[in-house]
T-cell receptor
């Protein structure tokens, strides 16, 4: 069973059409939840870290929120340059230097 | 500028040959990681190292080896024992003792074995 599940797998939006990406997780104790953006052929670019339920963080047109079971990445009035794959990852309590557990990502396409 | 470099960007090898991927960071991070990315799958952890001269196996370590002789460097060797070596390989680093411990990634190396 996957510990991190992202949905939808792919999403196509018109420019300006707001939406949300979902990341659900099943780890027993969450130390941190991370959002990354990945462009084709490149390494993931760090966006946000969320630590506890109720926390929210914003960066330009992106806002990440966290509950006890899932996180949402809200995209407001997206532009074509927001097209990318968005990755969610979690780290469990006690895993200070351990690797992250990643979801498979949501491939987002913003059409002009 | 601080960051993580990986070389080469593209690598082609014949089956049966070992190949070493380079990863260097100047972020002064203690921990370094190697992940593998395949189409339709999430990143999977191969090996990680918390300090110099120490490293641990991740979820898919079979057919790979690493060394950590310097804080800045964490090379990955893909051996001939790795059954499906063709993939996109990503190196990352973090400072696990810091209040924030995000992992930062390099640009990746795409390995093709034929």
């Amino acid at each position: 069973e996957d510990q991190v599940t992202q949905s939808p797998e792919a999403l196509r939006l018109q420019e300006g059409e707001s939406s949300s990406l979902n990341c659900s997780y099943t780890v027993s104790g969450l130390r941190g939840l991370f959002w990354y953006r990945q462009d084709p052929g490149k390494g993931p670019e760090f966006l946000f870290t969320l630590y506890s339920a109720g926390e929210e963080k914003e960066k330009e047109r992106l806002k990440a929120t966290l509950t006890k079971k899932e996180s949402f990445l809200h995209i407001t009035a997206p532009k074509p340059e927001d097209s990318a794959t968005y990755l969610c990852a979690v780290q469990e309590v006690g895993g200070g230097a351990d690797g992250l557990t990643f979801g498979k990502g949501t491939h987002l396409i913003i059409q002009p | 500028d601080g960051g993580i470099t990986q070389s080469p960007k593209y690598l082609f090898r014949k089956e049966g040959q070992n190949v070493t991927l380079s990863c260097e960071q100047n972020l002064n991070h203690d921990a370094m990681y190697w992940y593998r990315q395949d189409p339709g799958q999430g990143l999977r952890l191969i090996y990680y190292s918390q300090i110099v001269n120490d490293f641990q196996k991740g979820d898919i370590a079979e057919g790979y080896s690493v060394s950590r002789e310097k804080k800045e460097s964490f090379p990955l060797t893909v051996t001939s024992a790795q059954k499906n070596p063709t993939a996109f390989y990503l190196c990352a680093s973090s400072n696990p003792g810091a209040p924030v411990y995000e992992q930062y990634f390099g640009p990746g190396t795409r390995l093709t074995v034929t």
